[in-house]
């Protein structure tokens, strides 16, 4: 694992198979079965799975991905946060989730815009897209709040629900 970048309170960096119990504790709180989706991530094995198919995949593939974000204090990973290039978008889009006992203390928001600035200085993106559900009203405040504006709605394909599509532009 490799730090990328810091803010005062958190670090970000590349995920490790050695996170195999916090993706398992994460991909199964109940805001992340709401929002994001089950994975059907169940057991340790699952969740090694899922890091070496889904998360390490993305760096060797685009340069980038999710990473995990952990307290500089106790050296604790609390959540994610990162970039997801889908097919329907010409440009990454901002993703974040965080463990319940880390959320209302402003780790996403110090998370996002640490994500959104090495995005600009280090990837030299000119542009990101960030989706969320309509009734996710903290992720639609923390995109709001970083700067990010509301273009309309989206239905991914093979999707049947609509997703509120955000951009920004460096």
Known sequence: MK????TP????????ATDDTFVLELLNTPTWLQYIGDRQVKTLADAQRYIMNNLLRLYAEQGYGA?????????QPIGICGLFKRRYLEQPDLGFAFL??????????????ATMEYTKQQLELPRLFAITQPGN?????????????LQGTIQPPGETMELMLFDISF
Not at 3 to 6: A, C, G, K, R
Not at 9 to 16: E, G, K, N, P, Y
Not at 67 to 73: A, F, G, N, P, R
Not at 100 to 113: M, R, S
């Open 9 to 16: 309170r958190l670090q970000l960096r590349t995920f490790a």
């Open 67 to 75: 990473w995990v974000v952990v307290l500089k204090e106790t050296g």
């Open 100 to 113: 319940p006992e880390a959320e209302g203390h402003g780790y996403a928001y110090e998370a996002a815009t």
């Open 137 to 149: 009203h903290r992720s639609v405040r923390l995109l709001e709040r970083s700067g990010f504006t």
């Open 3 to 6: 730090v990328l970048f810091e």
